[in-house]
């Protein structure tokens, strides 16, 4: 078969198949508001994993999986729609030395952001977490979890996340089995623990996760059907002295509606509205965005 056929044929079988799949669960707590395709002509920019706003839903720091940190200022329509990024800063992700780090040390896949303006970013491959008193500066090493070691090389610690408690949360992409729910480990006082689990419902893998002004635990979830690309979910947990106490799923998208969605910060809008944004890694592939996503919680 000729190229040109091939091209042809490719989007029109990815429509059928768009087609043919579910509905976006938007009666489950969320409702869409808007979304952003987010562009700069810069060798630095793309493959952003973890997203961290201020309390307004403006201020941005985001990390990407090859080593940098860059922070800005999201301009919002009436709406609350995204329909400007200026970005402020790039700085590489330095290790303890103050160098800039090797690639297989790169893959940074979470962020948290402490009240203190203190960063926190969560590394892959090598699994790690390090704290940096501002993007520029050297890492400082958090102690590592006896279970780090026990990660798979390429589902390591995706998600991270600073409780009301001032403690730090983590979890990685993958629980090692289907049937298995994906652990959750607590730093706080210079220690780890392992304090709760999360349930593993379906194959959505957790990618990012975010505490709310609410006080409640958010987990962005990711599913990856090669051809059929992506869906994407949002899970919120409200937990107890001895762990969840209850579990709503705030949306479950179709395949194909978002990009690779892996950042998420939650905070809530001028209305009073808890607001979801979202950021999707772009995985250096042409073919693939960056983009800005928001949800409105429906309570």
Known sequence: MQRGAVALKTPFLLLIALLCLPLPSLAAGAEFVGRYRWDVADPRYGGFSALELDAGGTEFTAVSDRGWITRGRLTRDAKGVVTHVATRTFDTLKGPDGRRLAPRFRDAEGIAVGRDGRIFVSFEIEHRIW?????????????????????????????????????????????????????????????????????????????????????????????????????????????????????????????????????????????????????????????????????????
């Open 131 to 299: 704290r940096y008193d501002t993007p520029g500066d050297a890492a400082t090493a958090l102690p590592a979890a006896p279970a780090f070691g026990r990660l798979q090389k390429n589902a390591g610690l995706e998600a991270l996340a600073i409780g009301p408690d001032g403690a730090l949360y983590t979890m990685p992409e993958r629980s090692g089995a289907l049937s298995r729910p994906f652990p959750v480990y607590r730093f706080a006082g210079g220690r780890w623990t392992q304090p709760f689990t999360l349930s593993r419902r379906g194959s959505f893998l957790p990618v990012g996760a975010d505490f709310g002004p609410d006080g409640r635990l958010y987990l962005l979830e990711r599913r990856f059907d090669g051809l059929f690309g992506f869906a994407s979910r949002v899970r919120r947990f409200t937990l107890g002295e001895h762990g969840v106490t209850e579990e709503d799923t705030l949306f479950s998208s179709f395949n194909l509606l978002h990009d690779n969605l892996e950042g998420i910060a939650v905070w809530r809008d001028a209305a009073g509205a808890i607001r979801l944004t979202m950021i999707s890694d772009d995985n250096f592939i042409a073919v693939q965005h960056t983009e800005f996503v928001d949800y409105r919680v429906i309570e």
